[in-house]
Antibody, heavy 115, light 107 residues
Framework: QVQLQESGPGLVKPSQTLSLTCTVS????????WSWLRQPPGKGLEWIAN???????NYNPSLKSRVTISIDTSKNQYSLKLSSVTGADTAVYYC?????????WGQGTLVTVSS | EIVLTQSPGTLSLSPGERATLSCRAS???????LAWYQQKPGQAPRLLIY???SRATGIPDRFSGSGSGTDFTLTISRLEPEDFAVYYC?????????FGQGTKVEI
């Protein structure tokens, strides 16, 4: 059974950097791309970025200048950093398996940007 | 960037009725790269359909997807109480993958 779990601070101050980690229990960690998505309260879904075990990355152009995605293959983890956050970055952040459609998702973690 | 527009915004139906949800792309897309998700409050989205018409593992056959070009449809043949939720379409296969704004199916 594939499981993903997001972790990280639930509150980030404006202008600071949001940092989240996704821990994956999946024997096929090296096979797939691993993604981050987000959903502002009451709104729709937005794909942020993905990364492969090999280190290959893809970013949403609208966020690319502020986003860094990285992977720690020894821990079956991958991470998201989003810099210079504002209130518009307040959202539930999800990690998910895949680079196309997403079959497996984490439960999501709410990150609020507020002073 | 291709924009996906879902309609209607809200669909008010009763259990046992048929639900027809629309997803329209701003330009023609490959049907191989259209997915549908169901999302209930406080939960992550659940993949229902990929490749426009292929059901994901464990998805009941009352859910079906169809369409091509710019117009895609998710049909729920007979609504069960657990089907009342928000549904999103998603285009993938090109960067960035985009989602529609969602259709809420309510009682």
């Amino acid at each position: 059974q594939v499981q993903l779990q997001e972790s990280g601070p639930g509150l980030v101050k404006p202008s600071q950097t949001l940092s989240l980690t996704c821990t994956v229990s999946d024997g096929s960690f090296s096979t797939y791309y691993w993604s981050w998505l987000r959903q502002p309260p009451g709104k729709g879904l937005e794909w942020i970025a993905n990364i492969h075990y090999s280190g290959n990355t893809n970013y949403n152009p609208s966020l690319k200048s502020r986003v860094t995605i990285s992977i720690d293959t020894s821990k079956n983890q991958y991470s998201l950093k989003l810099s210079s956050v504002t209130g518009a970055d307040t959202a539930v952040y999800y990690c998910a398996r895949g680079s196309g459609y997403f079959l497996y998702w984490g439960q999501g973690t709410l990150v609020t940007v507020s002073s | 960037e291709i924009v996906l527009t879902q309609s209607p915004g809200t669909l008010s139906l009763s259990p046992g009725e048929r639900a027809t949800l629309s997803c329209r792309a701003s330009q023609s897309v490959s049907s191989s790269y259209l997915a549908w998700y169901q999302q209930k409050p406080g939960q992550a989205p659940r993949l229902l359909i990929y490749g426009a018409s292929s059901r994901a593992t464990g998805i009941p056959d009352r859910f079906s997807g169809s369409g091509s070009g710019t117009d895609f449809t998710l049909t729920i043949s007979r609504l069960e109480p657990e089907d009342f939720a928000v549904y999103y379409c998603q285009l993938y296969g090109s960067s960035p993958g985009t989602f529609g704004q969602g259709t809420k199916v309510e009682i």
